[in-house]
């Protein structure tokens, strides 16, 4: 009803202007801004939620400004030349269009992101869950007093697969769940908040050790398996090995183009992961002091007015590089899109996890704090977890034991 009054009020506001002034061009003016005017409500909600919003404002009001300077000077004088004043507004019309269509474009790339994750298809004790079982009656049973566990997504299967092997069969209250997966850096949060027993994840980022060290709080980390942190990128691109060097090239700023790389002349677009995320705190390890370049960044919209700035999770662009864990990538994720690099020369598998060629493999470790009120259960689940059981269920999973047979 109100769009309705105005679009009236406009409209005889319009018949005024021409019956006082007897102008066609006045009159054809004054239509084409109230159909400016509506179009511009359309404009304004594709606008709001798109991530170029500033740059298309900007295109916008250069697009009034230089119509209006049209209508002005077109119903003044004639001439050609005045119609030339057109070919600016056309310029924002093409830009435009061309940014929301780029936009559409990198919305539709598939990305490598936690939440594409099926999570329920590693939850314990449902059926036909992704979780392996052991070949034998475990030697652990757990009945009460149940730790309760999070961790890393990319470590989920694994110690799913601990506690469907452990822990009793049932359905359990919401809040009395005892396994979770909350990501890496709620993981700690919840250690450090005493709702987890035990997290499993890779080490602590300095930010997230300093948070423990500060309340004197003790950090117990027991090296479990290993994995390969890897560099992925688009399978088309024609790099296939990169060295040390070249990673903290990229990642300084100071490695621009691949073609620097013996690939295809394009830039790199380096993506990374969230500050505090397991693979995050791995990557600042490889970098160690060498300064790292502002990640790549998107303005997210959740609703009218609520924008926040986070890091881009990895899109697959054919100039992009990412990185994640190798069973993550290869196995949860399943991407046939991606193509892992080698360092160094080595490429990253188990064999070459296990006999330490592959130069960034690392232990995952399940972490728990060190206190006298600790869960009973706490200790006697790890050393399980280092038992030839445990070991053989990280194995089954696809990581790599950390006690070989």
């Known amino acids: 009803m109100p769009v309705i009054i105005v679009l009236l009020a406009a409209i005889i506001l319009v018949l005024l202007v021409y019956l006082k002034s007897k102008s066609k061009r006045l009159l054809i003016a004054c239509l084409i801004g109230l159909a400016l005017t509506i179009i511009s409500f359309y404009v304004f909600l594709i606008f709001i939620f798109s991530i170029y919003r500033a740059v298309l404002w900007l295109l916008l009001g250069l697009f009034y400004i230089s119509v209006i300077i049209f209508l002005v000077l077109w119903n003044l004088k004639d001439g050609k030349k005045v119609y030339l004043v057109l070919l ?4 924002c019309i093409i830009a435009g269009i061309s940014i929301i269509y780029y936009n559409d474009y990198v919305s539709n790339i598939p990305t490598l992101n936690e939440d594409n994750i099926l999570l329920y298809n590693y939850e314990p004790f449902t059926e036909n869950n992704h979780l392996v079982k052991l070949d034998e009656e475990s030697d652990l049973k757990l009945t009460e007093n149940l730790p309760v566990l999070d961790g890393a997504t990319a470590l989920y299967p694994v110690y799913a697969s601990f506690a469907q092997t452990v822990y009793p069969e049932g359905k359990y209250d919401h809040s009395q769940e005892p396994v979770f997966c909350n990501k890496t850096d709620s993981a700690y949060e919840n250690l450090f908040e005493g709702k987890a027993d035990i997290i499993f994840c890779a080490e602590p980022s300095k930010q997230q050790l300093k948070q423990f060290n500060d309340s004197g709080k003790k950090l117990k980390l027991v090296p479990i398996g290993r994995e390969a942190f890897v560099f992925f990128v688009n399978k088309e691109n024609t790099v296939e090995n990169l060295t040390i060097d070249n990673i903290r090239g990229i990642y300084s700023g100071k490695v621009r183009n691949w073609k620097e790389l013996h690939g295809i002349n394009q830039k790199i677009r380096a993506f990374q992961r969230p500050e505090n995320s397991g693979s995050q705190t791995i990557f600042e390890k490889i970098m160690g002091s060498i300064p790292i370049i502002k990640p790549l960044r998107e303005n997210v919209s959740r609703g009218m007015g609520d924008i926040i700035n986070q890091v881009a999770v990895y899109r697959n662009f054919p100039n992009a590089i990412g990185y994640s864990f190798l069973y993550f990538s290869t196995e949860m994720l399943s991407n046939n899109r991606i193509k892992l690099l080698s360092i160094d020369g080595v490429y990253p ?18 972490i728990y704090i060190d206190s006298d009120e600790i869960n009973k259960n706490v200790k006697p689940f790890i050393d399980w977890i280092l038992s030839r059981q445990g070991q053989a269920l990280i194995a089954k999973t696809g990581y790599t034991p950390i006690k070989q047979e």
Do not use: E, K, M, W
Not at 88 to 91: A, D, G, S
């Open 349 to 366: 598998s188990v064999r070459t996890i296990q006999d330490n060629t592959y130069p960034f493999s690392g232990n995952f470790y399940a």
């Open 88 to 91: 600016f507004p056309l310029v």
